[in-house]
């Protein structure tokens, strides 16, 4: 299983990004797809999943109401679009696989991660 993550790049403060994350080398639709982001000098934390069956997404509290992932079967691709970006979200984003389905908010509970991709926010 790969997954590639793109997307990031340097934004202002309010502004927008869009991640995508192409599954490849396997079926996907018992699995979960999720987000983590890690900043510099923390852990990496939750950021938000799907379900690639039912399209049941979770969000962490930080990112609720702005940040929105989705899912395109067709082509084994999870979107997370990010509106009203904050500095405090400037991180690497990480996409990554979870066999399981549960523990989702758990870095230990997912299998497959993506090589990550910088999101800057500027003040």
């Known amino acids: 299983v790969q997954l590639q993550a793109s997307g990031g790049g340097l934004v202002q403060a309010g502004g927008s990004l869009r991640l995508s994350c192409v599954a490849s080398?396997?079926?996907?639709?018992?699995?979960?797809m999720g987000w983590f982001r890690q900043a510099p000098g923390k852990e990496r934390e939750f950021v938000a999943c799907?379900?690639?069956?039912?399209?049941?997404?979770y969000y962490a509290d930080s990112v609720k109401g702005r940040f929105t992932i989705s899912k395109n079967n067709a082509d084994n691709t999870a979107s997370l679009q990010m509106n009203s970006l904050k500095p405090e979200d400037t991180a690497v984003y990480y996409c990554?696989?979870?066999?399981?389905?549960?523990?989702?908010?758990?870095?230990?509970?997912?299998?497959?991660w993506g090589q990550g991709t910088l999101v800057t926010v500027s003040s």
């Open positions: 080398g396997s079926t996907f639709s018992s699995y979960v």
């Open positions: 990554a696989l979870n066999k399981r389905n549960y523990n989702l908010e758990y870095t230990f509970a997912y299998d497959y």
């Open positions: 799907i379900t690639w069956s039912a399209g049941s997404a």
